[in-house]
């Protein structure tokens, strides 16, 4: 029902910044929360920063707040992440993913998302 297509990964020395974009088919995007998630080989799939339906409410993890903003265009289907004062430890495959789900406070599980992107290679050099 949702197909969601990430852009914008690529390389990228610390302390740079990336803009990653999620474009989502259809016209129901503002009917669900979205999310991004990051995942590294040996480790799990983290929660990055999740956005409200019409983009009032955000929540971002610790390891990134302050450097990363999540925004949404509704009008465009499009979800973005901006990140910015990248560190080697951001290096990672990051994913958008929509809810069915209630934003609530937007601390989603990766189980709690219903459909997902392919990702977008995210490097960042030291």
């Known amino acids: 029902q949702v197909r969601l297509v990430e852009s914008g990964g690529g390389l990228v020395q610390a302390g740079g910044s990336l803009r990653l974009s999620c474009a989502a088919s259809g016209r129901t995007f503002s009917n669900y929360a979205v999310a991004w998630f990051r995942q590294t080989p040996g480790k799990d799939r983290e929660l990055v920063a999740a956005i409200s339906e019409f983009g009032g409410s955000t929540y971002y993890a610790d390891s990134v707040k302050g450097r990363f903003t999540i925004s949404r265009e509704n009008a465009k289907n499009t979800l973005y992440l901006q990140m910015n004062d990248l560190k080697p430890e951001d290096t990672a495959v990051y994913s958008c993913?929509?809810?069915?789900?209630?934003?609530?406070?937007?601390?989603?599980?990766?189980?709690?998302?219903?459909?997902w992107g392919k990702g977008t290679l995210v490097t960042v050099s030291s």
């Open positions: 993913a929509a809810s069915r789900q209630r934003y609530d406070t937007g601390r989603f599980a990766a189980l709690d998302m219903d459909y």
